[in-house]
Every structure is written in C-alpha cells, then in structure tokens.
C-alpha cells in the first residue's frame, strides 16, 4: 500500500486548509485511515482516523475544528483544518492499515502503512 498525501502550505492564523491522501496498491481490507503530525523537536502524535465503518475519532486538541473524511470509491481520506492557529504547525503524516482492534487506534504502531508527510505552516 503506498500512500501520497497533499495539500499542506502555509496559512494565516484562522484560516483553513484540506489535507488529502490517496491510497494505492494492494488497498484491499484497509480498514482504518488516520492522520498524523509531529513539530520540531516533539513526538509524532495522533491527530485524527476513521475506520471502515465510517466512526471518527480526533485528539482532544483538534476536535470540534479538524474533520477527517474518506471516499471508499476513490480510496482516499481527507483531513479538513479549521480555525487553526500555530501550534498546528507540523508535518503532517497520512496513515493506514488492515486492523480491525480498536484499542490502538491512536497509537502509530496500529498503522502499517505510512505517506512521506506534508507540511503545515500557520503564522501568527
């Protein structure tokens, strides 16, 4: 499975941007898609993921401004950022994989499959 994310750049405080991944190859019995990021000098922390059945599930830092989507028909997942502000700024890393366990749905090692990051740039 590999995976091409996009839509990263620079952003004033506030502002918006959609991030998007696609998935390709062997995408048979994905079941779960999640976004990552990790800033400078920090860990790679969990940001948001939606599993097959369509449930979501966002760090307590972007809920209720970041929504993640996906289109099964065009193997895709998206990552819509509202209202952000400069400690979103990060790379941003799209992941996937074929587990159905719930319990490490938040945890990188619950994600086999990783895209090479976009990075997100909010100023002040």
């Known amino acids: 499975v590999q995976l091409q994310a996009s839509g990263g750049g620079l952003v004033q405080a506030g502002g918006s941007l959609r991030l998007s991944c696609a998935a390709s190859?062997?995408?048979?019995?994905?079941?779960?898609m999640g976004w990552y990021r990790q800033a400078p000098g920090k860990e790679r922390e969990f940001v948001s993921a939606?599993?097959?059945?369509?449930?979501?599930y966002y760090a307590d830092s972007v809920k209720g401004r970041f929504t993640i989507s996906r289109d099964r028909s065009k193997n895709t997942v998206s990552l819509q950022m509202n209202i952000l502000s400069p400690v979103d700024t990060a790379v941003y890393y799209c992941?996937?994989?074929?587990?159905?366990?719930?319990?490490?749905?938040?945890?990188?090692?619950?994600?086999?499959?990783w895209g090479q990051g976009t990075q997100v740039t909010v100023s002040s």
């Open positions: 939606i599993r097959y059945n369509g449930h979501t």
């Open positions: 992941a996937a994989d074929r587990s159905l366990i719930l319990s490490n749905i938040r945890n990188p090692a619950g994600y086999n499959y």
């Open positions: 190859g062997n995408v048979a019995g994905i079941f779960r």
